[in-house]
């Protein structure tokens, strides 16, 4: 059995007929057998593949396309997924990991040598950041941060050594958004290679290839999969040339996607279109009331009128998305108390999944920051972040006012 073939930009992007992502991601194709195939992908557990003929064998080693020959290579439940994923974002090919950071240490590392210096979004997911600082102090990579919603500053900070411009579409917590047309336009005039975390929107709702991204990275631990039940990353990748370099290094690195959870992201995925639906709306419902609320100095979320970023949400997003934050009047005093006493909800890191999670930044995600940093980062003492989950509306509300009565 060969590999899926990689499909074309044209194949994926230029079809006016194609269903909306909505529908393909329903419709995941199997490796077909003799004259049939599994309506479900199959979940093919196999670590190495055996061959008859040795010519097919030494052929196989070579290209990421080649036949499926030892799995931390390629695995046909792992390409099933990446074909999926590469689809839903209008990319070349994708390459699945075993979690987001595998994902996004993959691409950077592919993609980065000594010498070479990074444009960067200033409020970006911990871990990345993380990682940006290790690959400044230890491997001489230069980092300078921007605000991610001014192309002229990304043009201003250009040097010679620029190589990768990096933007997360919607940022933790404060839910500003990047905007995607200007800065990876920006981006593409300067010659920079841009990625873009596309974690907290999904395909579903941004597809920042569509807007001149070369690199989609996914944590797929969050809403593509959607039960809290499997950790897992995807790169996504506009041209063949970048997926190739990323290929390579994620197998050197070791960053490959186990087939059973790329198997339960399959089965998370057929359902993306209807969860983002019901997480836009649930989140819509939560802002409004929290809006209101006397306790509450502010909500920040895209499909609030009074989000900064409100009217390129309304351009760039098709959904407004699952995550919220508030600030309660009260601060640190007033976030622990509505945390301890909310029931439904649950206290948890992560999002993306069908429970409602929320967390204090200030003292978990964000601990690391002192109050002039958290200031920086626009993130109050008394912030609180939402990953609102499938629920009735009402339940939700109804808990959260609880909560919040006891402030
Ligand atoms: C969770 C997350 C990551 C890291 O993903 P893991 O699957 O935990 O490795 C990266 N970026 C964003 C925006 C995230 O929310």
């Known amino acids: ?41 199959p979940i093919y557990q196999s670590s190495t593949f055996a061959f008859d003929d040795p010519d097919a064998f030494a052929e196989a ?39 987001g950071m595998g994902a996004i240490s993959a691409v950077l590392l592919s993609l980065l040598s000594t010498g070479d210096h990074v444009i960067a979004q200033r409020c970006l997911y911990g871990g990345t950041y993380s990682l940006l600082s290790e690959l400044s102090t230890r491997f001489g990579i230069d980092v300078t941060y921007v605000s991610g919603t001014d192309a002229e500053e990304v043009r201003a900070h250009v040097r010679p050594t620029t190589r990768l411009l990096y933007l997360e579409t919607i940022a933790n917590p404060t839910t500003r958004l990047a905007d995607l047309p200007a800065l990876l336009g920006a981006g593409r005039d300067a010659g920079l290679v841009t990625v873009v975390d596309n974690s907290f929107a999904s395909p579903l709702l941004c597809r920042p290839i569509e807007h001149g991204a070369d690199v989609v990275v996914h944590s797929s631990t969050k809403f593509l ?40 992201t399959i089965r998370g995925l057929q359902t993306l279109g209807l969860r983002m639906r019901r997480h836009c709306d649930n989140a819509a419902h939560l802002a409004r009331n929290l809006a209101v609320h006397p306790a509450v100095k502010a909500v920040h979320w895209p499909g609030h009128p009074d989000h900064p970023d409100h009217g390129l949400a309304r351009r760039l997003l098709d959904g407004f998305g699952g995550v919220l ?25 992560s ?38 989950g499938l629920e009735h509306p009402d339940d939700l509300w109804h808990d959260f006012e609880q909560a919040l009565s006891r402030i």
């Open 1 to 41: 059995m060969r590999p899926t073939r990689i499909k074309t930009r044209e194949e994926t992007m230029g079809d006016q007929d194609l269903p909306h992502p909505e529908t393909r991601a329903v419709h995941i194709a199997a490796p077909p057998l003799q004259g049939c195939r599994p309506l479900s992908v």
């Open 61 to 99: 080693m070579s290209r990421p396309d080649g036949a499926f020959v030892y799995s931390r290579r390629g695995n046909p439940t792992v390409r099933a997924l990446e074909g999926a994923i590469a689809d839903l974002e209008g990319g070349r090919a994708a390459l699945a990991t075993a979690s």
């Open 225 to 264: 999969a959607g039960h809290s039940d499997v950790t897992g990353g995807v790169a996504v990748f506009a041209t063949e040339d970048t997926y190739r370099a990323c290929w390579k290094n994620a197998v050197e690195l070791g960053a490959t996607a186990d087939p059973f959870a790329a198997w339960l």
């Open 325 to 349: 934050a508030f600030d309660l009047a009260g601060g640190r005093g007033a976030g622990r108390t509505f945390l301890s006493a909310v029931r439904l909800a649950c206290l948890a890191p």
């Open 351 to 388: 999002l993306g999944g069908v429970e409602t999670l929320v967390l204090h930044p200030a003292s978990t995600s964000h601990r690391e920051l002192d109050t002039a940093a958290l200031q920086a980062a626009d993130i109050g003492e008394g912030t609180v972040r939402v990953s609102v």
